[in-house]
């Protein structure tokens, strides 16, 4: 990255926070320990007192999540196309079977209409993605889960500080997993949690997190600890570091003013292309909602103008300007058509989206300047 060129998204960082991690590295204890408990302690206060497990990235908490649900062969996880291939993978790493349902076009949410005709006897739980930080409509979700007796592991990697019916996400359900990869509206660098209300799913997801072992690596080493320890599962080595933890003890506090400035960003956009007929913006939907706006992803109508979204996409690039690709659709994957035989044309609102979405730069220190000839580039295209 260099001054001349935006990138899409861009982590803040300010003099707290550098010293914060000098201050780790110099403290000689730089992987699980007193920060990461802190980060956890502010990540519960943050959901109302909700278990928080820090993860070393969202993937691997999703991962534990779905490892939780005790699946068996052919047990079956309802997600939806339109997210990022990890949702997917970790149902399968888990030994699951992920069955999927369309999108609604005009939010690029799972069309909670279309879940009670997917659940079938093998249906465990439904994984919806809140999708670019909008909510999915969670109260009739919820109605079906509860119907049914199935469990909602909602992925929540883009929707820190998103709220629904009043209330931040973290606040109810079985379990939430939260993202704070670089791009994400705060970040540890790398890493993830679980967020969960769930007493018995806390414990499992905790000795999953590391190796299986029932104590954790500071209360082992630290001066008051034992390291007299038991194996009670195969786990994995997807414990946070404190130097990951750092970071997330400054950024944590700041996430509502950074969805603030990104929904003020948000806000602009759509106010200087709102004519533009040569993009689809994002549509809100209608229940109760808190937006974080992790992306904001216009479609590219191809009907409408000469240019694919994938044109867009280089010529801004050209003019120094960073966008993203979030996301083509999953079951159009190589390995997903071969293991479970979808094709193109099995969900035919995510692949629309799929052909034309592209995400513009939003960041909290993105400026209106910078912002501005984004959308001056952007309108100059379709003139």
């Not at 590295?25 to 802190?38: D, Y």
């Not at 989206?353 to 309108?379: A, C, G, H, M, Y």
Request: proline share 5%; with cysteine.
């Amino acid at each position: 990255m260099t001054e001349e060129f935006l990138p899409f998204a861009k982590p803040y960082m300010d003099d707290a926070t550098i010293a914060e991690v000098v201050a780790c590295l110099q403290s000689g204890w730089l992987t699980t320990g007193p920060r990461v408990k802190q980060f956890e302690q502010l990540l519960s206060e943050y959901c109302n007192g909700a278990t928080a497990l820090a993860f070393s990235s969202a993937t691997a908490a999703l991962h534990v999540a779905m490892l939780c649900l005790d699946l068996k062969p052919g047990d079956e996880i309802i997600t939806t196309p339109m997210t990022f291939v990890a949702t997917l993978n970790t149902i399968v790493q888990a030994g699951g079977r992920p069955v999927l349902v369309d999108i609604n076009r005009y939010d690029n949410n799972i069309n909670v209409e279309l879940l009670e005709a997917a659940i079938t006897p093998r249906t465990k739980a439904i994984l919806p993605v809140h999708f670019a930080g909008l909510p999915v409509d969670l109260a009739p979700l919820y109605a079906l889960a509860e119907k049914y007796q199935l469990r909602v592991i909602e992925d929540a990697a883009h929707a820190i500080g998103a709220g629904y019916d009043g209330k931040k996400l973290g606040n109810f359900g079985d379990m939430q997993i939260f993202s704070f990869h670089p791009n994400k509206n705060m970040t540890t660098g790398e890493g993830g949690c679980i967020i969960t209300r769930d007493e018995k799913l806390a414990a499992q997801a905790a000795r999953l997190r590391f190796h299986g072992i029932d104590r954790d690596a500071f209360n082992r080493f630290s001066k008051t600890g034992s390291q007299d320890y038991d194996v009670v599962a195969p786990g994995f080595k997807y414990n946070m570091m404190d130097l990951q933890a750092a970071i997330g003890l400054h950024q944590l506090p700041k996430v509502d003013e950074f969805n603030i400035q990104r929904m003020q960003l948000a806000q602009r956009y759509y106010e200087r292309l709102s004519d533009c007929t040569a993009l689809q913006l994002p549509v809100m939907p209608v229940y109760q909602h808190q937006h974080a706006w992790h992306l904001f992803t216009p479609l590219v109508q191809t009907e409408k103008t000469k240019l694919s979204r994938n044109e867009v996409m280089q010529t801004l690039k050209d003019q120094g300007i960073g966008t993203g690709y979030h996301y083509r659709a999953a079951h159009l994957f190589s390995y997903y058509q071969q293991q479970f035989g979808w094709q193109a044309g099995d969900f035919p609102e995510a692949e629309y989206v799929s052909e034309r979405i592209f995400s513009l730069p939003l960041f909290p220190t993105l400026t209106t300047k910078q912002q501005d000839n984004v959308i001056d580039k952007l309108l100059k295209l379709f003139t």
